[in-house]
């Protein structure tokens, strides 16, 4: 059974510059939900989505935002990228159901220079 | 403000010996409690939970131990081995129809020592 797959692994972006990050949930998973982990934050919640609806939303700017398709993939969006954006984004998926055992991706690091 | 707290950023260990990781939390909302590993360039793997009913859980060498009236939760590692050596993650999440999301201390690095 394939796991959570995230792409890019790496991405170096420009200040400024918008930034698009994918995830695969693991097949028949339908929540899929996206954390930022800096080395001074640790792992802060960005979003959860389920059968294409956003169901809960972190303390983040509007400059990140999500979208679910309707094959569970998903994908996140940061505008006006900022060097502090620079982090591991970790995408993990659950089935419905399931004790609160989310499977994470290996993550997007990115940069921003 | 952070809601969950481990407060022990590293943890030093000789192999065969228990590694024991602390937590502590303050929402009083939180009813499930994770622990997770993470490798480098890796994400968090689960690997042992608890509900709020509960004071003890355990799976083969991880036990997490649970006290609600302090908040606190402690994960045992027994024996523990090199292969250990990561950062262990808590994690708690209150139970409901409108939360989903999880909140997470800033982890613990493990170190065992051969």
């Known amino acids: 059974k394939a796991g959570v797959t995230q792409t890019p692994r790496y991405l170096i972006k420009t200040r400024g510059q918008q930034v698009t990050l994918s995830c695969s949930p693991i097949s028949g998973h339908r929540s899929v939900s996206w954390y930022q982990q800096t080395p001074g934050q640790g792992l802060q919640f960005l979003f959860e989505y389920f059968s294409e609806t956003q169901r809960n939303k972190g303390n983040f700017p509007g400059r990140f935002s999500g979208r679910q398709f309707s094959n569970s993939r998903s994908e996140m969006n940061v505008s006006t990228l900022e060097l502090g954006d620079s982090a591991l984004y970790l995408c993990?998926?659950?089935?419905?159901?399931?004790?609160?055992?989310?499977?994470f991706g290996s993550g997007t690091r990115l940069t921003v220079v | 403000d952070q809601q969950v707290k481990q407060n022990s950023p590293s943890l030093s260990v000789q192999e065969g010996r228990i590694s024991i990781l602390n937590c502590d939390y303050t929402n009083s909302m939180f009813d499930y409690f994770l622990w997770y590993k993470k490798y480098p360039a890796e994400g968090p793997t689960f690997l042992i939970s608890?509900?709020?009913?509960?004071d003890k859980n355990e799976d083969g060498r991880f036990t997490v131990f649970l006290n609600k009236s302090a908040k606190h939760l402690s994960l045992h590692i027994v024996p523990s081995q090199p292969g250990d050596s990561a950062v262990y993650f808590c994690?708690?999440?209150?139970?409901?129809?409108?939360?989903?999301?999880?909140?997470f201390g800033k982890g613990t690095l493990l170190t065992v020592n051969p």
């Open positions: 993990a998926s659950k089935s419905q159901g399931s004790n609160y055992g989310y499977t």
């Open positions: 608890i509900s709020s009913i509960k």
């Open positions: 994690a708690a999440s209150s139970s409901g129809g409108s939360n989903y999301k999880l909140t």
